[in-house]
């Protein structure tokens, strides 16, 4: 699915990411931890194709492709998705149009004809409710006016919509209430198929408790320093990342 | 040529043009609106034309519209033009009270100044002057002021015809009244409209004004509106303007309000040649709401420039403007914006807001707000923006598959949404809304056709026989 190989990259002549490799497989669940500012949003976001980044080294592979040669939507329509870290408001687009027209154009990018209305309306009333959302919350403009945690539940709320093959899920338990980040998790469980990969980025042990991953790695300035199975988030959690510090 | 030249050219002009038809088409005017022509000239000849050191007037240049020689008329058309013939205008499920004024004079078939249910008298000004001379000289000309430029002045000297709007004390209107001015002539062509609208006691009315020209020539249009909205009377005043490139075009509205009424003005700019919009609201009364919403959406070399004051003379006020801006190219925008509160003005509460993006780094804005305030018990806040799309918002779109054009276009038609939305007649918007999106694909032209209906079906052929038109 995907294989990220001595990854490099800069902002502003700043080397943020130092070389980093990961190989995620179809039907995997992976866990990102790190301490803040190691650069765990910046390999989500080169992996998105956000452009202010500079990739000085390595690559990425995607389903066979290299992820370079595509553009931010084309990897989104070929199914990447990123739920971000700090959703943007967009003033003026309804959440319900956006969604409308994400879902026609990645079904353009695949040759398919629009989404028939119905379909797509039962599709999102049915997702709104496995996500227990608000039902006004689609007629608003995307996020804006979203509390912290609505914000979050939305992202989910997107990627069930658009049902990626590759998920990168940037802190989206952080400002969910505890009701909400088992709601959260349990739609994520109901999506997760042998045919599509997760990335989990957070700081919590907690929510790995309902998402099992497979798989825990420590970025820890701009490198995998340790990667191991769900009980390395546990030792993590007890002991802190002063002991990661000290053995690398 | 230098432009002192020009204006001094310009001056002599006017002033000749004048003197020749106080002898011919203004002989027949009665002894109020002589008076105010003459008083008019004579202002005109004083404060003279606004040049770009005149304030209020740095960004927008019109010296080289004004080099140019224009044709003008003093007589009108044949009254039985069939403007169905000249154009439709179909805003879809909109019903309205249509008017139209064809390079300057106001079309009918039967009667010049008609009655509508209530009581309403809706027609042409010139007319007007004629049947209604006592409602004239409480009114006319008594809103508008010379101020820094001498065109209200030349307009006031000049005018001879435009719509005249009459809504009695009570009267709520059932229908939009709607004026289209075109523009269409083989020559070079300017115009002084003049409105008149004047809203009873607790009266109610939608207003519609739409601007255009048709044919690829040369025209000066050089309007004032006057507006007086009497105790708890109510109007929208929606102005659409879509010029061709070869247009100048210079409104004056003059907005007097007395005490619990409200005002409402949505002026969208979709093309433009060079445009400058002046309004003018005066606030003569307590309670009042005034509402000033602007969108222009200009490319190529086009140039809008919006000068708005509001003039808070009483207490417990409320005001509010929020001009919107779209361009591209070289394209230029002035927004001036001017607030002030007077001594006695106190609880005013007033807002101001011009926000702006540009496509391009050659695109322009000039945007001045300005507050005067005099009085101590007050809420005033203003602010301009000058951005470009928002580049998060652009990569959130985009990484969830929405290619970069859709996702433009989709970010500039909800910057422009927020004003469309405050129109409050509902096929109105629905069509506006259609003819943004349209002009934000390039799509929309200065059709052929009444802008209102670029439907192909009605693609209409000039009848108007030139030598049936007295000049
Ligand atoms: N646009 C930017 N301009 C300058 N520096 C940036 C930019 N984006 C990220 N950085 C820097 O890159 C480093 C890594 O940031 P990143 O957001 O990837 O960290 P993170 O691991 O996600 O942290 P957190 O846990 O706090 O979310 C930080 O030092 C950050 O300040
Ligand atoms: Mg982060």
Known sequence: MLSIKNLKVEIQGKEILKGINLEARAGEVHAIMGPNGTGKSTLASVIAGREVFD???????????NLFDLSVEARACEGIFLGFQYPVEIPGVSLVNFMKTALNEQR???????????EFLQKMEQTKKLLEMQTSLTTRSVNE?????????NEIFQLAMLEPTLAILDETDSGLDIDALRVVASGVNKLRTENN????????????????????HVLFDGRIVKSGGRELAIELEEKGYEWIRQHT | MTPILTENTFKEKMLKLFDDNLRSNFSSDNEYIRNIRKQAIGDFVKFGLPDTKTEGWQGTNLSKPLMLEYKQHFKPFEKDVDV?????????????????QLNGWLVFKDESLSTLPGGIVVGSLASAFKAMPRVIENHYARYSKVSNNGFVALNTAFAQDGLFIYVPDGVVVDKPIQIINIINLTENLFI???????????????????????????SLINSVT??????????EYYNLQNKDSDSTLITHAWVEQHSFSRFLSNTLTLNAGIIRNNMNVNLNGQGCETNLYGLYLVDKEQHIDNNIMVDHQKPNNNSNQLFKGILDDQARAVFNGHILVRKDAQKTNAYQKNRNILLTDKATVDSNPQLEIYADDVRCSHGSTVGQ???GAMFYMRSRGISEDVARMALMNAFASEIIHKINIAPLRNRIDEMVTKRLRGELSICDQCILDCNERRKYSFDIDLSRINC
């Open chain 2, 192 to 218: 002084q409209p003049r409105n008149l609208v004047i809203m009873g006691k607790n009266s109610k009315l939608q207003l519609l004004h739409c601007d255009h020209s048709l044919l690829h020539k040369q």
């Open chain 2, 389 to 391: 799309l928002d580049p």
């Open chain 1, 145 to 153: 006016g979203f509390s912290g945690g609505e914000k979050k539940k």
């Open chain 2, 226 to 235: 006057e507006i007086i909205l009497t105790e708890n009377s109510e109007l």
């Open chain 1, 55 to 65: 990739v000085t080294g390595g690559k990425i592979i995607y389903k066979g492709k």
């Open chain 1, 108 to 118: 353009k990018y695949k040759g398919l004809d629009p989404i028939p209305a119905k």
């Open chain 1, 197 to 216: 990969t997760f990335i989990v980025i957070t700081h919590y042990q907690r929510l790995l408790e309902y998402i099992v991953p497979d798989f825990v």
């Open chain 2, 84 to 100: 169905e013939k000249i154009f439709m205008c179909e805003v879809h499920d909109l019903e309205s009270y249509l008017f139209t």
